[in-house]
C-alpha cells in the first residue's frame, strides 16, 4: 500500500518560516508530479506549487517569491520550504504525487494533511 506522510507544521509568527516534508512509501515503481495543496477553513482545496519529475515548478502566485518547491527522488520526498508567513497562508497542507506501482497505471495519491498556524 502507497502511503504519502507529511511532516513539518506547526505554529509560527507572521514573518517567520516553516518546511514541510512528505516522503512516499510501499511499492513504487515510480513518481511523477509531486505538489503541495492547502485548505484553508470554508474554503476549497487549492494548489500552492508543484513539481515534476523534472523539476519544473509553478507556484501560486500569492506564494511565489516566498516559498520553494523541491523534491529529492532518491528518498521519494518533497519539500516545501515557505518564509515570510502570513496570517493567510494558515491551512491544512496536503501532499500529493502520482504514483505508479507496476509502470502502467498512475493512481494520485494524497497524504494525511498537516496543520500551519500563522499567527499576526
Known amino acids: 500500500q502507497v502511503q504519502l506522510v507529511e511532516s513539518g507544521g506547526g505554529l509560527v509568527q507572521a514573518g517567520g518560516s516553516l518546511r514541510l516534508s512528505c516522503t512516499a512509501s510501499g511499492t513504487i515503481f515510480g513518481i511523477n508530479d509531486m505538489a503541495w495543496y492547502r485548505q484553508a477553513p470554508g474554503k476549497e482545496r487549492e494548489l500552492v506549487s508543484s513539481?515534476?519529475?523534472?523539476?519544473?515548478?509553478k507556484y501560486l502566485e500569492s506564494v511565489k517569491d516566498r516559498f520553494s518547491i523541491s523534491r529529492d527522488s532518491g528518498k521519494k520526498s518533497v519539500y516545501l520550504q515557505m518564509n515570510s508567513l502570513k496570517p493567510e497562508d494558515t491551512a491544512v497542507y496536503y501532499c500529493n504525487a502520482e504514483i505508479t506501482k507496476d509502470r502502467i497505471h498512475w493512481i494520485v495519491y494524497w497524504g494525511q494533511g498537516t496543520q500551519v498556524t500563522v499567527s499576526s
Open positions: 513539481i515534476s519529475a523534472t523539476h519544473r515548478t
